[in-house]
Each structure stands twice: as C-alpha cells, then as structure tokens.
C-alpha cells in the first residue's frame, strides 16, 4: 500500500451517528418482552433488537416496515393477535401466561447480522461502505457496546452541512 500523503479524516462515526449527547438513548427492542402495542407505537424506520434492558447485547436488527407488515399478516390470518401479544425474536419463546394471547413470532424478519462501525471509523470510510454495500443504515459500536446508528439521510445531511450543496450531488448520484 502506497503511504498516502494528505490523510486527511475530518469527521468519525460518533460524530454523525445518533443519538446526541442531549438526545433521548437509542431506542432498541428487546428480543422477547415487547408487545404488538409498544411495536406499533414506535416512530425510527429501524431497530436494534438486543437481549434485555439489562443485557444490551446486540441480537439483530428489524425494520419498522417488515413489523408492521408481518402484525398486519398475522391479524388477516386472525392468529389472535391483540396490543398485548408479546414480539418475540429469540429462538425459544418465554414461558407464556395461560390465559395470555399467543406470542407472535418474529426471528425470521430480523436481519441476524446487521452492518455495524465502530464509533472512530472515519466517515470517509464509512461512507464508502454504504456506497459499496448500498446500506441504508449501519450501527456503531464502541468496545462491543452498542452506542448508536447512522442512517444515509444522516449521513446526506452531514454531507451537505460540510460542502453546503445539494447532498443528493454528492454522495448517492
Ligand atoms: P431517516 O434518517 O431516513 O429519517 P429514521 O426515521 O429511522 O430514518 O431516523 C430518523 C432519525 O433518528 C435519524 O437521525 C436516525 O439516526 C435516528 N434514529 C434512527 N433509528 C433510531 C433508533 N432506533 N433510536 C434512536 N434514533 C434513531
């Protein structure tokens, strides 16, 4: 490899990733205590499913879009499905309540590795990754620890604030 002289990495992943320091934290589900209700009032495009809220260890990452599509399946096909129906991704189910609405299931939608950076990866490089990769988000981890994630709006946004141009121009076209 040539050593290259201008070198230069104006900006990192934790800079452009969300959440900010004044934000709310990352919103994430958990793999099998969530329900059709707390689903369905959500508002990201996508979500980091992690084991618990005690053990925030990355599981998988799920699109808002393909929830809604398969809760909707789910209540045509009338599979009992009501606001409090547990969203479970994990292989094995929780022990469920008797008299509980049966859980629906939800693993196969997940995207089991999702694309993740870590928060000093310069944003050269990360840009270059969702170009290459055509990623329309990636998360971004420090030590392992999920911290956050980086869309490509974020990512066209950031562009435009640095060249002050159009930022369809610069990235994606
Ligand atoms: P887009 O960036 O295309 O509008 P979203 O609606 O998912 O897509 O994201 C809106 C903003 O919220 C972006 O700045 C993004 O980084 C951030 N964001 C996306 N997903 C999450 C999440 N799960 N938790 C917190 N912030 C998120």
Redesign the pocket.
């Known amino acids: 490899l040539e050593p290259k002289e201008e070198f230069e990495h104006s900006s990192l992943a934790v800079d452009v990733?969300?959440?900010r320091r004044s934000?709310p934290p990352?919103?994430?589900l958990t793999q099998d205590s969530m329900t059709v209700g707390g689903v369905e009032s959500t508002?990201?495009?996508?979500?980091?499913v992690v084991v618990s809220q005690e053990s925030p260890r990355l599981v998988g990452f799920v699109l808002r879009r393909d929830l809604l599509i398969s809760i909707d399946n789910a209540r045509k096909r009338q599979d009992g499905v009501v606001g409090a129906s547990l969203v479970v991704f994990s292989e094995h189910p929780p022990a469920q309540a008797p008299d509980g609405p049966p859980p629906l299931r939800l693993r196969g939608i997940m995207d089991l590795s999702p694309f993740t950076v870590t928060d000093h990866t310069p944003m050269d490089i990360t840009v270059d990754i969702f170009r290459k990769l055509g990623l329309r988000?990636c998360l971004v981890t420090h030590n392992g620890r999920l911290l956050?994630?980086?869309?490509?709006?974020?990512i066209l946004k950031h562009m435009a604030q640095i060249a002050n141009r159009d930022p369809d121009s610069i990235l994606f076209n």
Do not use: C, E, N
Not at 43 to 48: A, C, K, N, Q
Not at 148 to 154: A, M, P, R
């Open positions: 990733m969300r959440p934000d990352l919103a994430v508002r990201y495009s996508g979500f980091p988000q956050g994630i980086i869309t490509k709006k974020d």
